[in-house]
């Protein structure tokens, strides 16, 4: 019955909607017209997909997470969610294939009955919309076989992820995408779908096992989740609407704004059963009563499916912002903003260009890490205060270099994208080395109290002891993935590539902090799950990277050709040099740059060794002092004697 109102609610919604939202436009005579199967199938099919989506991953989030398991193996119920969890995504996948064939019908104007296979083909595998419903139906196809594979909690903790990425690619298309300003438009977005999926789906996944034994402690463990998610929300709802809505008063001038409002009001809503649940619901579930909590729970699914198609009505309704293709800036359709004018101290420093990812990342980042401070100076343990200002210097400079004006210049200029480039994988990880996250985690992260939930310090101590991250933190590897990406992106077609894209571009700059840390971790990282590799080599490590980053800049230097022509050439400011000088500016600043940063390495490579050579000594002389008191031999008492029989002279008997 739950299933069926949520259903009845959510296309009521979504048609009413269309309909306020005049995304049910008459066809106009002799334009080109998809029919009525597509125009009316096209958001009911993507109500289903969103629907299917948001479920898929609230089942394996709440099987692999928020309830305890069964030693390695999920848990009974974590057993049955994760089978629910593989049919819905198995109907995910199906749904996001629909949704191509009827995309394209939409975009060329052609009923579905006369498009032709190459058509749909041709648009899933060159058309960004395609491409991104395609790779979505094939994540939600991976999705269904882990779901099905196995029943470990590390499986089913990877399908919970695959699920999470898996709703993010349509958001990298249609309205913001095409916005002015789409990296704050596109990110706040992704961020919206992902927070809106966790929120949404584990409530509907606790109300699966609203008879279990564990659902009072499962649904506490959601409601953090869910007030966070609600924040995410809010926030990233916000900051999407104003983007697309230009102006405060098209709230009520416009339809999109009557629809935002809607939505608003549904977030007011969904606000007050959530505070309700943490007051009433949640001390009646402990106590054994799961009647209130069931019935809250159910008329919040019902108001989330309500809200899910006013999200889908609103994604087919034109926005206010509207532009004249005849006048449109061609440089601002590809950057997301004007071309900006020639570079100053003012002008780097200040026009920020907010990124709603970078900034979750360093707000997220400081918070926990102060908290797990104060969190040890409660217990009465001390944390270095130099380490605490290396990582939030760590995390400053993360968000300057991509949040301020330096990132408009980073696009269209080569020089300028290789200080970017340099900062982040360079500077920006030995400042967050520095600060031994992850020695601050394990030591204020508190273990839950049932052995059988795994908890963030629990996942954390298994990422840190996983294949994977044993292999990733061998030296050579991490050295050839520092060193390897120099090369595989400048000389390639792949800068270009991940330049034309938000995503690329994000993974691109994700990429180097990642390749960064984890050169630098190995090299000067304090944290426990460091391979234990001797100093001498690690020195030998450090001068094989500090080598290949000038012969890096030395090539480029010498390079003779444009790197990624294509997206330089159509962005390329009418004030600056000739591209090939701009490069080897960049090139140049590829090869000085990495000499500060590598002596600062080299000196706290040379200060551990020594420390470490200290600490082996005094820990030889503790055993031999140990191993005098008791009368026994030691290590060093041997090889001291071998040495001092070495130096006497032989003595031979004459026979």
């Known amino acids: 019955m739950l299933a069926v109102a949520a259903l009845v609610g959510a296309l009521g919604v979504l048609l009413t909607g269309l309909r306020a939202g005049d995304a049910l436009v008459a066809a106009i005579p002799g334009l080109p017209d998809p029919g009525p199967v597509t125009t009316w199938a096209l958001p009911v099919v993507r109500l289903l997909a969103d629907g299917l989506g948001t479920v898929t991953v609230g089942l394996a989030v709440t099987a692999a997470i928020l309830l305890p398991g069964d030693g390695p193996s999920v848990s009974a119920y974590g057993w049955l969610l994760l089978r629910r969890a593989g049919l819905a995504a198995a109907g995910w996948a199906a749904a996001a294939l629909v949704m191509v064939v009827l995309t394209v019908s939409d975009l060329l104007g052609v009923p579905v009955d006369r498009l032709g296979a190459a058509t749909v083909v041709s648009f899933a595998t060159s058309i960004s919309q395609g491409q991104a419903l395609l790779l979505q139906a094939g994540l939600a196809s991976a999705v269904a076989v882990l779901a099905r594979v196995g029943v470990s909690r590390g499986l089913a903790a990877a399908g919970a992820l695959v699920a ?319 060193a390897g990406s120099l090369f595989g992106l400048y000389f390639s077609d792949l800068l270009g590539t991940l330049m034309r894209s938000h995503l690329g571009h994000l993974a691109m700059l994700g990429h180097f902090v990642l390749a960064g840390y984890l050169l630098f971790w190995v090299l000067i990282g304090v944290d426990p799950g460091r391979p234990r590799v001797p100093h001498p080599i690690l020195v030998l490590v450090h001068l094989a990277a500090m080598m290949a980053h000038g012969f890096f800049g030395l090539v480029l230097m010498q390079t003779t050709t444009v790197i990624a022509p294509d997206w330089y050439l159509a962005v390329h400011p009418e004030w600056a040099s000739a591209l090939l000088a701009d490069q080897k500016l960049g090139a140049g600043i590829a090869w000085a740059f990495g000499e500060i940063p590598a002596a600062v390495v080299m000196i706290l490579l040379v200060r551990q060794w020594v420390r470490a050579d200290q600490r082996e000594q005094a820990r030889l002389d503790r055993a031999a002092d140990r191993a005098e008191a008791t009368g026994e031999d030691d290590d060093l008492a041997r090889y001291n004697a071998f040495l001092a029989a070495a130096r006497s002279p032989r003595r031979f008997d004459a026979s």
């Open 164 to 482: 999470l990425v898996a709703v993010v690619p349509p958001a990298f298309t249609g309205h913001a995408a095409g916005a002015g300003d789409h990296q704050i438009a596109v990110s706040s977005l992704v961020l919206h779908v992902m927070a809106a999926a966790l929120w949404v789906g584990c409530l509907v996944a606790l109300l699966m096992v609203r008879r279990g034994r564990h659902l009072a402690d499962a649904a506490g463990r959601y409601s953090r989740l869910a007030l966070g998610c609600f924040v995410a929300v809010a926030v990233s709802g916000t900051v999407n609407a104003a983007v697309r809505l230009g102006g405060l008063e098209e709230l009520w001038r416009s339809r999109y704004g009557w629809l935002v409002l809607g939505k608003l009001a549904a977030l007011a809503v969904l606000g007050v059963l959530g505070a309700a649940h943490r007051a009433r619901a949640l001390p009646a579930l402990r106590a054994g009563r799961r009647g209130s909590f069931a019935r809250l729970a159910a008329g919040e699914v019902v108001v989330f499916a309500a809200t899910l198609g006013l999200a889908v009505a609103l994604s087919r309704s034109p926005t206010p912002v509207t532009e004249d293709p005849v006048a449109a800036d061609p440089v601002t359709e590809v950057l997301g903003f004007p071309m900006p004018a020639a570079p100053t101290a003012g002008r780097l420093l200040g026009q920020p260009l907010p990124d709603l990812f970078v900034l979750t990342v360093v707000v997220l980042g400081a918070a926990g890490y102060l908290a797990g401070v104060r969190r040890l100076h409660r217990a009465g343990h001390r944390w270095p205060v130099v380490r605490t200002a290396s990582w939030l210097a760590g995390l400053a400079v993360l968000g300057a270099i991509i949040g301020l004006g330096v990132a408009r210049y980073a696009y269209v200029l080569f020089s300028v994208h290789m200080v970017q480039h340099m900062v982040l994988s360079m500077l920006v990880p030995i400042l967050l080395v520095g600060g031994a996250p992850i020695t601050l985690a394990l030591r204020a992260l508190r273990r839950p109290a049932d052995p059988q939930l795994r908890g963030a310090r629990e996942w954390l101590l298994l990422a840190l002891h996983s294949r994977p991250a044993k292999l990733l933190t061998h030296p050579l590897v991490a050295l050839g993935i520092y």
